[in-house]
Every structure is written in structure tokens, then in C-alpha cells.
């Protein structure tokens, strides 16, 4: 009886080993094996959806990357001309006042006064 017992003992360790293997080897082809034979599995078709969403949603982030880079780029030339812009302002401002001082000065010396001045600029209004 120590040989009718020996074989079963045998094949039942020999069943037990390969169940395990293929138990831990099966997440790594099942996928391949039941795709063709034509069984697909809702868990793997949900991963390869997420997947392709993921890549979609990465290659339009590095759009918008680029899209907020030129932007920035653009948003500094235009403060920088905006700085330009204010300076020739300011200092446009300060002729025209220096200039208006200058008028002032000069009408207030003149003959008769500022009246004349007064009463020039009355009779360009007028016509």
C-alpha cells in the first residue's frame, strides 16, 4: 500500500505546484490568452480606456504648456513696451508743461498783458 500511496501523494504536490505557478504567472498572460480567443475583460478594457484618456489629457496639458508659455512671453513684451509707452508719456507731459510755462511767462512779459492774449484766443473761438 506505500506505493499505491506514494504516486497520489506525488501527483497532488505536482497539481498544487503548477496551480500555484500558473495562479502567480496568470496576471501577466491571461490578458493576451482570452484576447485571443476572442474574451476580453471588462477590467483590462477599462484600464486600456483610462489609458488612451490619460494620454489625451497629457498631450493637450503640453499644449496648453506651450499656449501659456507664449503667452507669458507675449505678457512680458508687452509690459515691457507698455514701461516705453509710459516713459515718453511722462516725459511728453513734462515738455508740454515746461512749454505751457514758457507761453505764460512769455505772454505775461508782452505789451498789454494777458488781456491780449485773452481776447486773440477769443476772436479763433469765435471764428
Given at each position: 500500500?506505500?506505493?499505491?500511496?506514494?504516486?497520489?501523494?506525488?501527483?497532488?504536490?505536482?497539481?498544487?505546484?503548477?496551480?500555484?505557478?500558473?495562479?502567480?504567472?496568470a496576471p501577466f498572460w491571461?490578458g493576451a490568452v482570452l484576447?485571443?480567443?476572442?474574451?476580453?475583460?471588462?477590467?483590462?478594457?477599462?484600464?486600456?480606456?483610462?489609458?488612451?484618456?490619460?494620454?489625451?489629457?497629457?498631450?493637450?496639458?503640453?499644449?496648453?504648456?506651450?499656449?501659456?508659455?507664449?503667452?507669458?512671453?507675449?505678457?512680458?513684451?508687452?509690459?515691457?513696451?507698455?514701461?516705453?509707452?509710459?516713459?515718453?508719456?511722462?516725459?511728453?507731459?513734462?515738455?508740454?508743461?515746461?512749454?505751457?510755462?514758457?507761453?505764460?511767462?512769455?505772454?505775461?512779459?508782452?505789451?498789454?498783458?494777458?488781456?491780449?492774449?485773452?481776447?486773440?484766443?477769443?476772436?479763433?473761438?469765435?471764428?
Open positions: 500500500m506505500d506505493q499505491n500511496e506514494t504516486p497520489p501523494r506525488s501527483s497532488a504536490r505536482t497539481l498544487a505546484i503548477i496551480a500555484i505557478i500558473v495562479a502567480l504567472t491571461e484576447g485571443s480567443i476572442n474574451i476580453h475583460m471588462p477590467l483590462a478594457n477599462n484600464l486600456a480606456e483610462n489609458s488612451r484618456a490619460l494620454e489625451r489629457l497629457d498631450s493637450r496639458t503640453a499644449a496648453l504648456e506651450q499656449q501659456l508659455g507664449a503667452a507669458a512671453a507675449q505678457l512680458d513684451w508687452l509690459k515691457a513696451a507698455l514701461a516705453v509707452t509710459t516713459g515718453r508719456a511722462n516725459a511728453t507731459a513734462d515738455r508740454i508743461a515746461t512749454l505751457a510755462m514758457a507761453e505764460l511767462v512769455t505772454a505775461l512779459h508782452r505789451a498789454g498783458g494777458f488781456e491780449l492774449e485773452l481776447a486773440a484766443l477769443s476772436r479763433i473761438r469765435v471764428s
